[in-house]
């Protein structure tokens, strides 16, 4: 069974910085491209950024892109989101998850992790 627990999140004020974490287990981790998804209240889930499998090619929406930066250790099983340049509209619960275009993702969402930007 595929588990994908994030962390890291918090409140913080505009311009500041985060670094989310999310450990995986039960699949082969390696093999995947992995992303950090956000949801905002009353929005749709969206893909923030993705990294494929080895950690060569990233991918960034373009509301987050020059702030945010995605990464990866496989020896580790670990997907990090490195969040520079806080603004209040990055307010949402963050997740990770193999992304699985058009259908969101591939396996179960995990709990996410609460991230709060205040001006």
């Known amino acids: 069974q595929v588990q994908l627990v994030e962390s890291g999140g918090g409140l913080v004020q505009a311009g500041g910085s985060l670094r989310l974490s999310c450990a995986a287990s039960?699949?082969?981790?390696?093999?995947?491209?992995m992303g950090w998804f956000r949801q905002a209240p009353g929005k749709e889930r969206e893909l923030v950024a993705s990294?494929?499998?080895?950690?060569?090619?990233?991918t960034y929406a373009d509301s987050v892109k020059g702030r945010f930066i995605i990464s990866r250790d496989n020896t580790k099983s670990t997907v990090y989101l490195q969040m520079n340049g806080l603004k209040p509209e990055d307010t949402a619960v963050y997740y990770c998850?193999?992304?699985?275009?058009?259908?969101?993702?591939?396996?179960?969402w995990g709990q996410g992790t609460q991230v709060t930007v205040s001006s």
């Open positions: 990294i494929f499998r080895r950690g060569d090619i990233t």
């Open positions: 039960g699949h082969t981790f390696s093999s995947y491209a």
């Open positions: 998850n193999v992304p699985n275009p058009p259908y969101g993702a591939l396996f179960s």
